[in-house]
Each structure stands twice: as C-alpha cells, then as structure tokens.
C-alpha cells in the first residue's frame, strides 16, 4: 500500500502491533468475472469550490452524517476541515498540525465514531493514537487531540501492520493486517477490540508479495467488507465476521501480478451501492481521465462514472444521494447526484 506515495497519493495507513500465528489460505468460493463495464457516463462536478478556502491536491473525504471531514494532506497549519453538506457551507476546521502537546502530524489510519462526531487516528510521529471530538475541536481553536492508545508498548513478534480501520461500535474495529510468516508478508482481516486490546485474525487473503494491496470500505448495515484492488482489477466480498462471500474479477484482471499498473485507488459506499475509485493507468502524469466505477452490494456491475483528470476522495451522504470528490482539477471539489 505504500506505492500509494509514488503517486502522489496518502492511504488511510496506521501502524499498529500486535500477536498471531501465520493464517491458512483460504478456501475455495465463488468467483465471477466481468468481461464488459461498457454502461459509462460522462460526468462533471457540481462545484462547491466557492463554499471553501483554498486546499491543497491531495485532500481525502470522509462522511459524518450530513458533516464532511476533509484532510488537506499538505496542511502545515490545519489538517481537518468541515463542511455542513446540506447548508453547502464550510463549518470551520481543526487538528492543528505540530509536534506539541494535543497537535497532529503525519496522521493516518482515521476512523470515525459517527454517532457520537468523534474522529480517531494515528499520530504518527509519536505512534500514539488520538481522538477529536468534532464539535469541541470546531467550537474552540484552542482544542488539543486526546491521547487515546499507546502502540509502542504493543510491539509483537509476529503482527507487523494495522491498516484501513473502520469502526463498526466502541469495542469493535475492523481492519486489514499484514503479518509476516515464513519470510512472506501474508495479508488479512482482523477485528481489534479498542477497549481491551484483544486482536484475532478473521480471514486469510494471501501473500503481500503477490500484490494483494486493497482500499477497504465496510457496510455494517449490509454486514458488508468490500476490498477493492490496488493492484488487481478485482472486488472481494467479505461478511464481517470474515466469511469470504465472492471474488469479482473485471475486463482488466490479469491473474499474473505486475507492479506496473494501479487500478483501485479508493473506496466508499452508501445509498445500497459500492463505490470503486478506477485508475488502470500509470504513470499518473499521463492521466487523462478517473473512473468511478459502481457496484451493488453483491457486486453486480451497475455504471462506470468518468471524470476528466485525477480524482482523490469519495465520500457519499446519504440525506442526499449525492457521492462527493475531490480532484485536481476545476472544480476541485463538488459532487455528482447519485439518487
């Protein structure tokens, strides 16, 4: 996952440590390939550009309810910004970005208690990881991150890396880890309880050396994990107990791995769909156009979306069936209606 930097892009990444033994493969289900994604339309941003101040290429979305959360990734003063999609209005922003007590720098792993407006993550200069509560952080400039974790003291043997956390309640996260066994990196699904510590392996999904890199989104109203390829045009179903429901393989699977194309750069889901943020193209200086390619939550094929240019986040709301990116481009910022 960190071919992410030689893009120009961040993944959601936290390190995180842990022990476990070496997982068996797993066993044999249901495949089904896609030989045509030809139902494409040719999209364009509703601009919300003039609703924000100025941010760098690069920001990542994440949905809160009707607030979105965005991470200018290049910020040396403010990482977090929100935005009231409803009112179409910036809401203020948070995180402020230093080394000192209560500050964040070289964030990652975010996760979201959605409920509450509570906002986790790894800072990852002291490798402790912190909680924002969003309505204090936007009412007082003065607001320092709550130390929460300390992941040093959680050095294993075995666990190596904790990435793409998603919080499913307060004693349960979902998370993929890459654990090293035998001298091969294997990659899995694993659950995490935050208030105890306790950790267990649910899935194994094959060797990191195969190129088996993934973008996560999870549905717990579908009871839903969907691992979108970076580096295979493949979508793999999980339930959340780690069942391995279906495998969807597209047009441009080829079963050999290179590391000389990217295809899913970025997920998310909401409104019954799965969204796939679609590259297949490097090297990214020759990027004409981004899919978005959508699925339903079995993984049946329903459109492709393509934008002109370089997309870099999705964030779907659902009050208003409306999937929001962030591009490079003009607009830099907007949304296209979905339902």
Not at 66 to 88: E, G, K, P, S
Request: hydrophobic share 35%.
């Amino acid at each position: 996952m960190f071919r992410y930097k030689s893009i120009g892009l961040m993944l959601f990444a936290a390190l995180m440590l842990a022990l476990c033994s070496c997982g068996q493969g797993a066993g044999s289900v249901q495949t089904v390939h896609q030989s045509e994604r030809d139902n494409i339309e040719e999209v364009t941003l509703v601009s919300i550009d003039d609703s924000l101040p100025p941010l760098h290429n690069g920001t990542f979305l994440w949905m809160l309810g009707d607030t979105m959360i965005m991470q200018d990734l290049h910020a040396t003063d403010w990482l977090f910004h929100a935005f009231d999609v409803r009112q179409n209005r910036h809401l203020g922003y948070f995180g402020k970005f230093g080394a000192g007590p209560g500050e964040v720098s070289n964030f990652g792993g975010q996760f979201f208690d959605i409920r509450n407006k509570k906002f986790y993550g790894l800072n990852g200069n002291s490798r402790i990881i912190v909680r924002l509560d969003i309505d204090s952080a936007l009412a007082d400039p003065a607001y320092k991150a709550v130390n929460v974790i300390d992941t040093k003291p959680m050095h294993g043997e075995r666990y190596e890396r904790l990435y793409n956390f998603n919080f499913i309640n307060d004693s349960l996260l979902i998370c993929s880890v890459h654990v090293p066994c035998n001298g091969i990196e294997e990659f899995h699904l694993g659950h995490i309880n935050p208030k105890t510590g306790e950790k267990r392996i649910i899935d194994n999904l094959g060797h990191q050396s195969t190129g088996n890199s993934n973008v996560m989104t999870v549905s717990p109203e579908n009871n839903l994990i969907a691992l979108f390829g970076i580096a295979f045009d493949r979508l793999r179903l999980f339930d959340l107990d780690g069942n391995h429901l279906k495998t969807i393989t597209g047009p441009d699977y080829q079963a050999e791995y290179n590391n000389e194309t990217f295809y899913y750069l970025n997920s998310t889901t909401g409104g019954g769909k799965l969204f796939g943020l679609y590259l297949n193209q490097i090297p990214v200086e020759e990027i004409t156009h981004t899919d978005i390619i959508i699925f339903d939550t079995e993984g049946n094929y329903l459109k492709t979306l393509r934008l002109k240019g370089r997309a870099f986040g999705l964030a779907y709301n659902e009050s208003t069936g409306r999937l929001y990116v962030s591009c490079d481009g003009d607009p830099q910022f907007g949304y296209i209606q979905i339902d």
